[in-house]
């Protein structure tokens, strides 16, 4: 129940935001949100890795996004899945998850895609693309990527992320929604992608915004004013809790 307040609150907070700034959250209603990131929470099937969601604050980030029944999301490199299974249990039995490696990093996938088809959920593609960035069978409601972002510039600089971007673009319905959350460091552009493996928050924003998108808002569920930015990402002082900034991007109507 705890988990449920947390989404609801934070759902109706980002529609209050968005009616004030003349921009639709989702095509779902606060409420509904809520609904479904809890039931996909408390989904016993994912007993295993729900002692992640505080840390994660998944109740919080899933509301933002404004994801609900029937939805079509695509997870681009999902790593162990982690966002696949919820989503499973968030959409329900009208939606679908697709689970999506880029060609370029298929050996990401060796371990985790065969765990993934391994869990049988009706609802979840799960594919290593022969070729390209991000593709899906149908156009979808919303592309999803967690701490991915940064490496799109260390695999091809900024060709490939215009290249990623444009992919989105292509592969969302119109008035679909872009999810981006990667590790901070404020003002360095992307200077640290190769070094701490973190980006700068506004760079993402002017390069999204150039390829088509329009922001929305962003959510602060997993800002962290304690971290100064200069640590690697995996160094184990910091791992885990690093400032991280969460935006949402739509695709014009």
């Known amino acids: ?35 479904a990131v809890a039931a996909g929470l408390a989904n016993p099937a994912r007993a295993d890795q729900a002692g992640d969601d505080a840390r994660r604050k998944a109740a919080d980030v899933l509301a933002f996004s404004g994801v609900g029944p029937g939805d079509e999301v695509l997870d681009f490199f999902p790593g162990g899945g982690y966002w696949t299974r919820i989503f499973s ?50 156009p979808v409601d919303i592309v999803w990527t967690v701490q991915n972002y940064h490496d799109v510039n260390n695999a091809g600089g900024e060709a490939s992320i215009d290249a990623m971007n444009a992919a989105v673009l292509k592969v969302l319905k119109p008035g679909g929604s872009y999810i981006v959350i990667d590790h901070a460091d404020p003002g ?24 088509g ?15 100064d930015h200069k640590a690697n990402v995996f160094d184990p002082a910091i791992r885990g809790r690093t400032d991280q900034f969460v935006y949402k991007f739509r695709k014009p109507r």
């Open 89 to 138: 249990g968030v959409v329900g039995k009208t939606g679908h998850v697709y689970a999506i490696w880029p060609a370029a990093g298929a050996k990401y996938a060796t371990k985790a895609l065969p765990a993934l088809e391994a869990l049988h959920l009706p609802n979840v593609s799960v594919k290593v693309l022969d070729a390209g960035i991000i593709a899906a069978a149908e």
């Open 1 to 35: 129940m705890r988990g449920f307040l947390t989404a609801a609150a934070a759902a109706a907070l980002i529609a209050t935001a968005a009616v004030a700034a003349g921009v639709p959250a989702s095509k779902h209603s606060p409420k509904e949100t809520a609904r």
């Open 188 to 211: 360095s552009g992307l200077a640290s992608t190769a070094t701490t493996h973190r980006i700068d928050p506004a760079t993402v924003k002017a390069e999204v915004i150039r390829a």
């Open 213 to 227: 998108f329009e922001f929305v808002g962003e959510s602060t569920a997993l800002a962290n004013p304690a971290d």
